[in-house]
Nanobody, 121 residues
Framework: QVQLVESGGGLVQAGGSLRLSCAAS?????MGWFRQAPGKEREFVAS????????HYADSVKGRFTISRDNAKNTLYLQMNSLKPADTAVYYC?????????????????WGQGTQVTVSS
């Protein structure tokens, strides 16, 4: 069973930046970030395949967030810039067995416990 541990969340003012990290206990292939705000369903944020050659982003974060990975360290990252109060949520790292990425939560087999990101206005 792959274990995923997120870190890097916190409280930041609007316009600020945060970098989330997700450390995997072993190699995973396609990976993604999802988030869930209070009272809302979990939503896709960004995804990246094993090779990192193609990334996908939700429209709401395009141009502000960047997903990347370091396969040698089994670590996934999410650089978040120009943060908005609407970005406030628990952010989850997800991994799957297939080398491609996915925007669908049900296609991921492993999930982290989540890290809270709060953006104040």
């Amino acid at each position: 069973q792959v274990q995923l541990v997120e870190s890097g969340g916190g409280l930041v003012q609007a316009g600020g930046s945060l970098r989330l990290s997700c450390a995997a206990s072993e190699r995973t292939f396609g990976m993604g970030w999802f988030r869930q705000a209070p009272g809302k369903e979990r939503e896709f944020v960004a995804s990246i395949p094993w090779g990192g050659e193609t990334t996908h982003y939700a429209d709401s974060v395009k141009g502000r967030f960047t997903i990347s990975r370091d396969n040698a360290k089994n670590t996934l990252y999410l650089q978040m810039n120009s943060l908005k109060p609407a970005d406030t949520a628990v952010y989850y790292c997800a991994g799957r067995r297939h080398i491609s990425a996915s925007i669908y939560s049900w296609e991921y087999q492993w999930w982290g416990q989540g890290t809270q990101v709060t953006v104040s206005s």
